[in-house]
């Protein structure tokens, strides 16, 4: 499943997949959902996590511009300077 086309609307992006579907995330919850080191963190040898954040809520982010990666992702740029996730476009399916 890829998008067919994407639109940013509102404190929304919309997106068209190829099987016809639609769907609409906040900004916020994009943000919110970067699967960055940044925000997730990352394991060590051990598993023990490290860096990361807390933060589950980003009032007010917007997502300012996208790229597409390779066949598979979406890399967003958000109002906050963050851009370093990128969203496969299995994990935006599942955001819905």
């Known amino acids: 499943m890829t998008p067919t086309r ?10 068209v997949w190829s099987d ?9 919850t ?3 959902a970067s699967p960055s080191a940044e925000n997730t963190g990352e394991r060590d040898l051990l598993g023990k996590k490290i860096g990361g954040t807390d933060q589950k809520h980003f009032p007010g982010v917007t997502v300012k511009d996208w790229r597409m ?13 963050h851009n ?4 496969t ?7 819905s």
């Open 6 to 15: 994407l639109e940013l609307i509102g404190t929304e992006v919309a997106f």
């Open 20 to 28: 016809g579907t639609e769907q609409f995330i906040a900004m916020e």
């Open 30 to 32: 994009l943000r919110a």
């Open 69 to 81: 990666v390779g066949g598979y992702a979406i890399q967003f740029d958000f109002s906050d300077g």
């Open 84 to 87: 370093t996730g990128l969203y």
């Open 89 to 95: 476009f299995d994990y935006l399916r599942a955001l």
